[in-house]
């Protein structure tokens, strides 16, 4: 008999904030506490994660084509890198008892797609019900920065601008109102995290919100 955790065991968690807020520096943080417990963790980015998902993320972020996209084709080609995603990576790491951290989510689609872009929020509710296969992470941590604070993070990385981040700044205003709100909406899921801080003080507010989820988890 194999002596597989039971599929309770490992968590979903999803980052979400603008560009620039943090999410990749909080998520290595976490992911190496997290393997330092002892547990095994997968890292999984959105759009992306997997081969169709990594083709889909090329031509939504850096190809030339994807200048081209309009508002609507653009939602079903996050959705179509989710839904490949959640069944080819998520569902079957959860089951093996491997936590999954994903770098952006469904509330990137609510807010991105919905608020920035202005498709019908009900549209966006069923597409990412659809996509998801229903599954919503257990703690979502929403690191939150104002949005000057962010590009100016960005700028001094010295990386360049993908093709959503070329956007005025009112659109990121309206995002962070958008995520705000979701948190705000949804306080038992959706975990708003100062991210205007340094990054171990935020990592430490980060386990706090999880430390009731850990009594118990082992690899
Ligand atoms: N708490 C912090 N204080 C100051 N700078 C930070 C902090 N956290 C991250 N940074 C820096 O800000 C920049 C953006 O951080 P990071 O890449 O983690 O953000 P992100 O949300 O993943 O961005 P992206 O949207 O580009 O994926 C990086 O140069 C990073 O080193
Ligand atoms: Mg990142």
């Given amino acids: 008999m194999s002596s597989a955790p039971p599929s309770t065991a490992a968590l ?6 603008t560009e620039g807020c943090g999410k990749s520096t909080q998520i290595r943080l976490l992911q190496e506490y997290l393997i330092a417990k002892g547990l095994r963790v997968e890292v999984l980015r959105e759009p992306g994660g997997t081969s169709v998902g990594e083709a889909i993320r090329h031509l939504l ?4 084509e994807g200048e081209g996209l309009v508002a609507e084709a653009e939602l079903l080609l ?3 890198s989710r839904a490949q ?3 080819e990576r998520v569902v079957p790491l959860l089951r093996q008892g491997v936590w999954v951290i994903l770098d952006r989510y469904v509330d990137s689609t609510t807010v991105y797609q919905g608020i920035g872009r202005g498709l019908p929020q009900q549209t966006i509710e069923n597409l990412n019900a659809f996509a998801s296969d229903g599954l919503l992470p257990h703690l979502t941590f929403l690191l939150d920065l104002e949005v ?3 590009s100016a993070r960005i700028e001094q990385s010295g990386r360049s601008l993908d093709r959503m981040e070329r ?3 009112s659109f990121f205003e309206a995002i962070r109102a958008g995520y705000l709100h979701l948190a705000e909406t949804q ?3 959706i ?7 340094p990054r171990e003080q935020v990592h430490s507010e980060i386990l706090q919100h999880l430390s009731p989820h850990l009594h118990g988890a082992s690899a």
């Fill in 12 to 17: 979903l968690l999803s980052f979400e904030g």
């Fill in 187 to 189: 306080p038992q899921r």
């Fill in 191 to 197: 975990r708003r995290i100062n991210a205007d801080q």
């Fill in 78 to 80: 996050f959705a179509a």
């Fill in 61 to 64: 972020q850096h190809a030339r």
């Fill in 148 to 150: 000057t604070r962010a």
């Fill in 85 to 87: 995603l959640i069944r």
């Fill in 167 to 169: 956007q005025p700044q």
